[in-house]
């Protein structure tokens, strides 16, 4: 059964820094992995999607990395802001030999930026 | 740029009773998604729906809950009789080809059950 996990839970950092935040998984055999942005209160926002043969993939100040072998993917976003601030998830799908289709996520890792 | 809208947006209802919440998946997806997340928890699956038909669900979609696809555009799901547990936010999803592609969320309903 695949299992995500994101540390830290919580992270809080001045403006203009570089951070990454951290995603595991215990199921290397995985499609691809997805990282989303929830605002409180608010959706999912797909911010990367990144394929099981990509090692990174980037979006503006976005690099997401993957490492299937080790089961970790990283979020790095750099020069962070404070409009930056919210709950990012990562997500998986099941392993491809298992013919489901659901993602698990992980819990999440609050950010906040403070001016 | 073409996206996942959900209504609505905030439902309270009454414990036992019906509620219906509506999606519109994007334009040219084929598979369709409901996930919930219960305040301070995961997000975790409920149902996926391919073909015209469920193709998967998980242990907490049970006989309370039903999904369709009345016409071309809508997908909705129905939970028959509320409980308090189903209190949550509920996700709509969907994407082009299953689980190799990027899924695409709704905003989500906020449903709460009194």
């Known amino acids: 059964k695949q299992e995500v996990t994101q540390i830290p839970a919580a992270l809080s950092v001045p403006e203009g820094e570089n951070l990454v935040l951290n995603c595991s998984f215990t199921d290397s055999a995985i499609y691809n992995l997805q990282w989303f942005r929830q605002d409180p209160g608010k959706g999912l926002t797909s911010l990367l999607l990144i394929q099981s043969s990509q090692r990174e993939q980037t979006s503006g100040r976005l690099n997401a990395s993957l490492d299937k072998s080790s089961g970790r993917s990283t979020l790095y976003i750099a020069a962070s802001q404070p409009g930056d601030s919210a709950t990012y998830l990562c997500?998986?799908?099941?392993?491809?030999?298992?013919?489901?289709?659901?993602?698990?996520f992980g819990k999440g890792t609050k950010l906040t930026v403070n001016p | 740029e073409p996206e996942v809208t959900q209504t609505p947006s905030h439902q309270v209802t009454q414990m036992g009773q019906e509620v219906i919440l509506r999606c519109v998946p994007i334009?040219?997806?084929?598979?369709f998604y409901w996930y919930r997340q219960i305040l301070g928890q995961k997000v975790e699956f409920l149902v996926s729906f391919y073909n015209n038909e469920i193709s998967e669900k998980s242990e907490i979609f049970d006989d309370q809950f039903s999904v369709e696809r009345p016409d071309g555009s809508n997908f909705t799901l129905k939970i028959r009789s509320t409980k308090l547990e189903d209190s949550a936010m509920y996700f709509c999803?969907?994407?082009?080809?299953?689980?190799?592609?990027?899924?695409?969320f709704g905003q989500g309903t906020r449903l709460t059950v009194v």
């Open positions: 997500a998986v799908p099941p392993p491809p030999k298992g013919g489901s289709e659901k993602l698990v």
């Open positions: 999803a969907s994407s082009v080809a299953g689980a190799i592609t990027e899924a695409f």
């Open positions: 334009s040219n997806h084929l598979y």
